[in-house]
């Protein structure tokens, strides 16, 4: 479907500073840990700053990780609220073809609400002893793990319990998530298309695995902070946002201060305000108090960082009133926005020394990477699996290629026998740094941050099946 446009205003209308807006985004491009993607600012529901930076762009859907757990609970909330599911029903209610397997009492005694909530009474993640125990259908293998608390009492990040969650969903609605959602969420709000990853058993994660644009993010956002409703129709249940966003559980701090203010139905609590996020910097970050709305898609290790940034900048930018006489500021955040951009790796552009095969070997953290050609014209082609992933690159900047997989490069030649190339994976967060050697014949293939899908790099894309 088309995209409604969000409502637009100026930063001063809405009364944000645009000079701590202009703050944020010079801090996250000076961080030399964090590489941000996209930045999307709502306050009293208009759009007051958004921006992108190239090759990113705004159409492009962005795995989201970890973020996808609060859409999990928003389709949680509107199976509640069409009385498919109670939040009190035993988990293992709806599935009693595991009834003669499940023998633990507190795995029994599991309601929805302690997996909504991160208290399935396990201490710690259970995806690997669960895909142990039944590699073929995660749910069984979750339930068969006895927890070592009683549910409810305890909090553990804890994938399989959001993927019951989803299961759950899936079976009783006799839809994927994403079609579950379309007509009952991403319709009303206006939003484009999404898609999920799915596993073996043909089901959407869940827990992980959405792909969607920061747009997609933000409105969600702006939902929850309007209690769930859209442009005068609710959407999501009474109550609902006030039961999802409280904190259900204490969670430990680990040194990051705004993942221990504790958890609600699939969202962190913070220092201020809630939040969904993902692995990498991937946030929706949601201030009641503020009547604001932040989307943002990254790539990092140091997620804390940002919120740490958000908080010195933007709070101080969201005042009481309108603001008169920003002009000049707000044209200046109006043209930096406008040219963002990922600096692009540094080497010598095409025509190439020389075409190149590794004929001294293949070192790459990727088993299945076998083989790589570069041509004299500026040819990428990764050979995996028997698979062939044809890119181009060459010329100043990034070099976009959009089939079989959206990717960008960039890079050249940084010395006589040197060929680096940089690599983003357009719809996700990660980028494959490549170095060929013609002195020894070797190619090197790293990547900057790890993916948590094993999936190979033709499938490192958004799914097109989106239904």
């Known amino acids: ?97 595991f009834e003669a397997d499940i023998t633990d009492p507190r795995s029994r005694s599991m309601l929805v609400r302690h997996t909504a ?45 959001t993927y019951a969650l989803a299961a759950i969903v899936q079976k009783l609605s006799g839809q994927s998530l994403t079609g579950y959602l379309r007509s009952r969420l991403l319709d009303p709000l206006g939003a484009g298309d999404v898609s999920w990853l799915r596993d073996r058993a043909g089901r959407q994660l869940g827990f992980s695995g959405l792909h969607a644009t920061t747009d997609v993010i933000a409105r969600l956002g702006q939902l929850y902070l309007q209690d769930g409703v859209w442009e005068g129709e609710r959407l999501l249940p009474p109550g609902w946002v006030a039961e999802a966003t409280r904190a259900h559980v204490a969670t430990p701090e680990g ?8 958890y609600g139905f699939q969202f962190w609590m913070g220092r201020h305000g809630y939040r969904g996020d993902g692995a990498y910097g991937q946030f929706c970050l949601v201030l009641p108090e503020q009547d604001a709305v932040i989307a943002i898609t990254s790539d990092t290790d140091q997620m804390q960082q940002v919120l740490t940034l958000a908080w010195r900048h933007l709070l101080p930018a969201f005042t009481d009133g309108p603001l008169s006489g920003r002009d000049d500021e707000e044209a200046a955040l109006t043209e930096r926005l406008a040219g963002l951009a990922l600096a692009p790796a540094p080497g010598e552009s095409v025509p190439t020394k020389a075409s190149f095969t590794p004929d001294g070997g293949v070192r790459t953290e990727r088993p299945r990477l076998t083989d790589v050609e570069v041509t004299e014209d500026g040819r990428l082609t ?86």
């Open 1 to 97: 479907m088309s995209v409604r446009q969000l409502p637009v205003s100026a930063p001063s209308a809405e009364g944000v500073d645009a000079t701590g807006v202009l703050a944020f985004v010079d801090a996250l491009d000076g961080a030399p840990d964090i590489e941000p993607h996209s930045l999307m600012i709502l306050r009293h529901g208009k759009l007051v700053a958004s921006g992108w930076w190239a090759p990113y762009a705004a159409d492009r859907p962005h795995l989201l990780y970890s973020l996808s757990k609060s859409f999990t609970s928003t389709a949680l909330a509107l199976a509640v609220g069409e009385g498919l599911v109670r939040l009190d029903d035993p988990v293992l209610s709806h599935f009693p073809e």
């Open 117 to 161: 909530s991160m208290a399935s009474g396990h201490t710690e993640e259970t995806v690997d002893r669960a895909l142990a125990l039944d590699r073929q259908e995660l749910v069984r293998g979750f339930l068969l793990v006895p927890p070592e608390q009683e549910p409810g009492s305890v909090f553990a990040y804890n994938q399989p319990a």
């Open 255 to 262: 040194g990051w201060p705004d993942w221990g203010q504790g």
């Open 382 to 467: 990764l050979v995996e699996d028997g698979h062939r992933l044809e890119l181009r690159f060459g010329g100043p900047g990034w070099t976009v290629t959009d089939a079989p997989v959206p990717a960008a490069v960039s890079g050249g030649w940084t010395g006589p026998d040197t060929l680096e190339l940089d690599v983003i994976l357009l719809e996700t967060p990660h980028h494959l740094l490549l170095t060929c050697s013609l002195a020894d014949g070797t190619f090197t293939a790293r990547w900057r941050t790890q993916p948590l899908h094993n999936a190979p790099l033709r499938a490192m894309r958004a799914p097109r099946d989106s239904g």
